[in-house]
């Protein structure tokens, strides 16, 4: 028995029309993808959640003939987030080895659980509502427009938050040490 003939009424109707917009589209976008992404897993990964972003929009969508460029946009989007998380981890990974001869050189002078311990303190003591936009930021790894979304407040919010905990942090560290705390924070999570 497939899932279409499981389902009843209008989500049997609904996965019946996901069907064959996927059925029409398929070939198409798997080229179109393909054309971005060579490894074999990473364009299936792409065409899964442009699937599935089209599961959720269904019901909001009229034109069945003219999917194709949306289906192309999500994908899109969905490469676009891709690079700009790999480039986010590079960026980390690059972080991480140009200061470990910093984390090296400071070990001698400096005891990383009293620093960690003083970096933790310096962000509980800044005001509630500025402390968990920084966390979510360095912690949590979140970007703006999710902290926005949670949060219900915005973008410029979050930056100004951001801004005046950082300059607040960095009243209490220099820079490197700061620096060297956040990393450590994000390494040791």
């Given at each position: ?13 609904e ?23 060579k490894?074999?897993?990473?364009v ?10 089209l ?12 999917l ?24 980390r ?29 310096a962000v509980?003591?800044?005001?509630p ?7 979510m ?21 979050i ?5 005046e ?9 220099s820079?490197?040490?700061l ?11």
């Amino acid at each position: 028995m497939s899932i279409i003939t499981s389902l009843h009424g209008h989500k049997r109707q609904e996965a019946q029309r996901f069907e064959r917009i996927y059925g029409a589209t398929f070939s198409r976008l798997e080229y179109f993808v393909r054309n971005f992404i060579k490894r074999e897993e990473s364009v299936y990964d792409v065409l899964q959640e442009t699937y599935i972003k089209l599961w959720e929009h269904l019901p909001q969508l009229s034109d069945d003939e003219a999917l194709l460029p949306l289906l192309r946009t999500y994908a899109t989007n969905i490469m676009i987030n891709a690079l700009k998380k790999s480039a986010r981890e590079l960026q980390r990974a690059e972080l991480f080895y140009s200061t470990q001869a910093l984390i090296c050189s400071s070990v001698d002078d400096l005891d990383l659980k009293e620093h960690m311990q003083a970096y933790q303190q310096a962000v509980a003591a800044l005001p509630p509502k500025r402390r968990q936009i920084y966390q979510m930021i360095h912690e949590e790894e979140l970007s703006y427009k999710e902290i926005a979304e949670k949060l219900q407040i915005s973008p410029n919010t979050i930056k100004y938050h951001l801004v005046e905990a950082r300059r607040a942090l960095q009243k209490e560290f220099s820079a490197d040490k700061l620096m060297m705390a956040v990393l450590l924070a994000a390494l040791f999570k």
